[in-house]
């Protein structure tokens, strides 16, 4: 979901009161982070930020912190389920680990500027990190801890130590003794990878949460379905369609009725909302796989039959003959022509 210029971030009390079980003060953070707010705001309510200022306070702990991997360790651990905002307390409180990252991804869409993408396949399941501002992506301190509060978040639920498969950071410096960061998560820790990507053994995700409640889930769902509706409401529906399809877009071709279903509404109530609004299913996603392929193509180090696959092409000819459509070129002369710029829709 890309975030409009006036969107803050919230920085929860939960955030804030982790650090000081760490022996670190809200002030010091945000004296570190050069943000001109109160110190005494950091205490007991939710602090509102710009994607900048968000990024920064991150940093700011990292650089306190000292080592970002214990950074990213001792944030995860000590954050206490006391303190979880009601986003992830309607995942907590989930039948089982899948119930949990579904519900997850869906309200990740109310906690910008990341957005959670979960892809079962096979014998393993995917947690990749996508961001709404493809030209800023998080600082490493912010992705370490994200991905090892996903797991985190299993092991509680499940009252088990979980393990994973393997960890994926695109950033490939910064992230300190990535040996205790293997230690802690359990597996390999791939830096300069592709992704953000945290990589679960998909039999764990059958594992029941017991922390389950089921009293508590159908007083927070419909509160929280009802946040997302307006914030959706918020952006023209077509709009909304088109974020939703560039963050499924990822080796397979999103289909109407999976965009219908996690948008609450039937295929065909879908596709008559959007010709109403001038605009139809297929015109967006070949709109999402576009606009995905530029922002791909520039960057140099994905090859271009990755580039194909992960907007949802299965050969390279198609993908070939869509982009000529597109910009009237092939994607490596586009990619000669624009390689290594940033992202040129700022999505």
Not at 7 to 36: C, H, K, M, N, T
Not at 257 to 268: F, K, N, W, Y
Not at 270 to 285: C, D, N, V, W
Request: charged fraction near 25%.
């Amino acid at each position: 979901m890309t975030l409009k210029p006036s969107e803050r971030i919230p920085i929860p009390p939960g955030f804030w009161a982790s650090l000081r079980g760490l022996g670190i003060a809200a002030g010091d953070v945000l004296r570190q982070a050069s943000l001109p707010i109160d110190p005494a705001s950091g205490s007991d309510a939710a602090i509102e930020v710009t994607v900048d200022q968000y990024y920064a306070v991150w940093q700011a702990y990292s650089d306190l912190v000292g080592d970002a991997a214990q950074a990213v360790i001792q944030l995860a651990t000590v954050f206490e389920t006391a303190q979880y905002p009601p986003t992830v307390l309607a995942s907590y409180h989930a039948r089982d680990f899948r119930d949990a990252l579904r519900r997850m991804a869906r309200y990740k869409q109310l906690c910008p500027p990341e957005s959670l993408r979960v892809a079962e396949e096979g014998e393993t399941c995917a947690l990749e990190l996508e961001w709404g501002n493809a030209e800023r992506p998080g600082p490493p301190i912010l992705v370490g801890t994200t991905l090892a509060a996903l797991l985190e978040f299993g092991r509680r639920g499940t009252g088990r130590p979980l393990t994973a498969k393997l960890v994926e950071v695109t950033h490939s410096a910064n992230l300190g003794d990535v040996r205790a960061l293997e230690a802690y998560f359990g597996c390999r820790v791939r830096t300069g990878a592709e992704a953000n990507r945290l990589t679960l053994l998909r039999r764990d995700l059958d594992r029941p949460f017991v922390s389950h409640n089921a009293e508590l889930l159908e007083i927070l769902t419909p509160a929280l379905d009802r946040m997302l509706d307006e914030r959706r409401r918020s952006r023209s529906l077509p709009e909304t369609v088109k974020g939703l399809l560039k963050r499924k877009l990822s080796g397979r071709k999103p289909d109407v009725q999976s965009v219908a279903e996690e948008m609450g509404m039937s295929d065909r109530t879908l596709q008559r909302r959007l010709a109403e609004e001038g605009s139809s299913f297929k015109s967006l996603l070949a709109s999402a796989r576009h606009e995905k392929a530029r922002e791909y193509l520039a960057d140099p180090s994905v090859d271009i039959k990755e580039v194909a696959y992960r907007v949802g092409y299965e050969d390279l000819n198609s993908f070939y003959r869509a982009f000529r459509q597109w910009e009237g070129d092939t994607p490596a002369n586009w990619r000669l022509e624009h390689g290594g710029t940033s992202n040129p829709f700022g999505a």
